[in-house]
């Protein structure tokens, strides 16, 4: 176990688990806007700096959430390199002095996607990522984008010929609620991993606003979201083979089902 670094260590007296020595690409994707995939990146990329590991944050998205977060982040907090291509290069074209920067510069990068995102989309995504969390928020309408979107992805060609390690996770959630529970079925319809449940705590939004991570705050000290973090790195870090929740593989699953 790894212990993390100063901010952390305020949060949590607990470790977090050992990196996986090769370099990860964390794909932060739904097709559902609004659903939380820039909290999560966000959040993610400084649990990851926090741990001195050298970590790039990618806005791919035109409204430029994450850059802007990087932007409002002090000088003194763990640096995050951040890569924003849809600066960087024309309309549907990648640089390659972005590839490159991608490719070699960073031990951990996190990808935050556009919202809208078609099925005819996904080769070019899927090419970016080795790891891909889904972020789900408790709502009948974000559900069932969830599960479309998550249907279509493992129905993908290029996903069905190079299964990616894939996780929901569930956002901005109000538990011991008639929504909560609709989502925990959803969840457990489906055939990948669910791996985490994060709260919809007034902290989050203070920290997108002056560039920190939840744990980063001088009171974002809540157990119950450090654990969440802990079981998400856990996942990502693992280095066995994945498999689906019910022991299927990502090819083997043909898409969730909703009640």
């Known amino acids: 176990m790894k212990p993390i670094g100063d901010a952390g260590a305020r949060a949590s007296p607990r470790s977090l688990p050992d990196l996986a020595p ?31 590991v050298d ?29 924003a291509p849809w600066k960087e290069a024309s309309a549907g074209h990648t640089t390659r002095t972005f590839q490159m920067r991608l490719a070699f510069s960073a031990r951990r990068v996190v990808i935050d996607t556009p919202a809208a995102l078609s099925a005819s989309d996904f080769g070019r995504w899927l090419g970016e990522a080795d790891r891909i969390l889904i972020p789900v928020l408790p709502s009948s ?19 069905r010929q190079r299964p990616i390690p894939l996780a929901v996770v569930a956002n ?21 991993p669910f791996v985490a449940t994060f709260r919809d705590l007034q902290g989050y939004v203070r920290a997108a606003e002056v560039g920190d991570g939840l744990f980063e705050l001088p009171r974002g000290r809540d157990q119950q979201e450090w654990e969440a973090f802990t079981r998400l790195l856990t996942w990502v870090e693992a280095t066995d083979r994945w498999r689906g929740a019910r022991g299927t593989t990502a090819s083997d699953s043909l898409g969730p089902s909703v009640s």
Request: charged share 25%; with cysteine; glycine share 8%.
């Open 141 to 159: 309408i974000d559900i069932k984008a969830g599960a479309r979107f998550i249907g279509d992805l493992l129905l993908d060609r290029q996903y």
């Open 55 to 83: 970590t790039a944050l990618v806005d791919h998205d035109p409204q430029g959430s994450s850059s802007q977060w990087l932007k409002a982040r002090d000088e003194s907090r763990p640096a995050i390199q951040g890569i």
């Open 22 to 52: 090769e370099q990860r690409r964390i794909l932060v994707v739904n097709a559902k806007g609004g659903c939380g995939k820039t909290t999560l990146a966000t959040n993610l990329a400084a649990l990851y700096a926090s741990m001195a």
């Open 172 to 192: 901005r959630v109000r538990r011991n609620t008639v929504v909560f529970q609709k989502l925990e079925r959803f969840l457990r319809s489906l055939r990948i």
